[in-house]
């Protein structure tokens, strides 16, 4: 016979198996929806993980790639984008293929820019038919905004015409002689019209200044014919080319052996400069989109010359030309009716002024703030 107190014990330790028995199949589910939930949260996290190192692979490899992708083609599959262009004209339906293959082995490998104004319509004749003839594509800067009156001539349909009314070279040039668009020449030739090329052959200049390594470079002037406003652009007989000047006293910087720096060396005029593509590339960056005479870019070009402005940039004696120094922007137009038309030469010669002192404030402000800038020529 059970006492009490062995009830009380039976009692509890029936409960405590009745709580064992019901907690269990608590636990086993417990377990269960742990395992599942860990298995289902470990799967999520590989693949986060998973996805993580792809992303961060595909970045990867998208920063190496886009280093040297133009800016704005990322969303492009590489194999598509055509990073340059050129002034080629095509033709808008198929032709026999041994014309293609003609055109294709006589491609132009220069260009030959200029300003032009229908007053100046003889000379610039002369200029075309050489440049053409020599295998150059043409392209005219028509600052007077007349172009059918060229159609007389047999090769306008064979130039590129650009017409925009009373602007400048440096205006046409800096909106449509990109670098990325001439990058198919290996000279660009930009030249203002009032220039005689009697004694000019361009494929011969052209051979000199490849064998002289000349990166910026001009035809000389002929002293008897010309305007000249500088020196060293004057013609020296002795020579192919000549780099600099020598000078004593007088009018102006006098220069010597030792002169480092234009306008005794390393530097050309800008009536008629002929860049290589790399320098040209270098210009157009330096050409200020508003100032659009480029007074005082002269001065600065042999920053461009890709290295030692005094070897890489001359004047070539062995080719020259003639400098007329005809007005053109500003001038009296021949065809005004009206006997109150002002000449405007005295307005662009002040605004050549100005223009100049502010591009040398604008640089002398960005030499100051370019911390991480060393100039080559100090």
Known sequence: MKTHSQEILDADSNSKRSCLCGLVPAVSILCVVFLFSSSFFAQRFNE??????????????????NQCRPGGSSALPEGIISNTSDLEMRHLWN?????????EQNASTNLFAMAVGITQKDLVNKMVKKFLASNFVVMLFHYDGIVDKWNDFEWSNHVIH???ANQSKWWFAKRFLHPDIVAEYGYIFLWDEDLGVEHFHPDKYVSIIKSEGLEI???????????????????????????????????GKSCDENSSGPPCTGWVEMMAPVFSRAAWRCVWYMIQN?????????????YCAQGDRTKNVGVVDAE?????????????????????????????RRQSYHELQVFRKRWQKAVEEDKCWVDPFQ
Do not use: F
Not at 95 to 103: H, L
Not at 290 to 302: K, N, S, T
Not at 329 to 342: P, R
């Open 290 to 302: 508003d100032l659009i005479h480029a007074w005082g870019l002269d001065i600065q070009l042999g």
């Open 95 to 103: 032709i026999p293929m041994t014309k293609t293959i003609e055109k």
């Open 217 to 251: 470079s001009q035809p000389a002037l002929d002293t008897e014919k010309s305007e000249v406003h500088h020196q060293i652009t004057s013609r020296g007989r002795r020579s192919n080319v000549h780099r600099r000047i020598y000078k004593t006293g007088g009018r």
């Open 320 to 348: 020259y030309i003639i400098h007329y120094g005809h007005p053109t922007l500003g001038g009296l137009d021949l065809h005004e009716v009206s006997s109150g038309a002002k000449d405007h030469r005295v307005d662009v």
């Open 48 to 65: 986060k993980l998973l996805r993580w190192r792809m992303n961060t692979h595909i970045l990867e490899n998208d920063n190496c790639k």
């Open 162 to 164: 650009v017409a925009v």
